[in-house]
Nanobody, 123 residues
Framework: VQLQASGGGLAQAGGSLRLSCAASGRTFSRYAVGWFRQAPGKEREFVAAISWSGVNTRYADSVKGRLTISRDNAKNTVYLQMNSLKPEDTAVYYC?????????????????WGQGTLVTVSS
């Protein structure tokens, strides 16, 4: 599976962005997908994850109520809708997929990674 993250850019605090993670491969619908982010000078951290069916989701406490993960298996794409953005959301965002359809918040659980897309939120 190859993953391509896109949609990053510059936004003002309180604004919105939508990230996309496009995947190759016919079996993408079987994979759980997660979003992670890495801010300058910090370790990469979990943001959100979605199960293969889209029924189950999980979020980091810092983004609950502001970010929403969803997927369209017909388009082999997972989305991260980011609302009410804060300067502390500034980071490179990575999408990742795992060979198991169940969600997981641990980096080591994921088998495939995209290249990352930069989100910058100005105050």
């Amino acid at each position: 599976v190859q993953l391509q993250a896109s949609g990053g850019g510059l936004a003002q605090a309180g604004g919105s962005l939508r990230l996309s993670c496009a995947a190759s491969g016919r079996t993408f619908s079987r994979y759980a997908v997660g979003w992670f982010r890495q801010a300058p000078g910090k370790e990469r951290e979990f943001v959100a994850a979605i199960s293969w069916s889209g029924v189950n989701t999980r979020y980091a406490d810092s983004v609950k109520g502001r970010l929403t993960i969803s997927r369209d298996n017909a388009k082999n794409t997972v989305y991260l809708q980011m609302n009410s953005l804060k300067p502390e959301d500034t980071a490179v965002y990575y999408c990742a997929a795992r060979n198991v359809g169940l969600i997981n918040s641990e980096e080591r659980a994921y088998d495939y990674w995209g290249q990352g897309t930069l989100v910058t939120v100005s105050s």
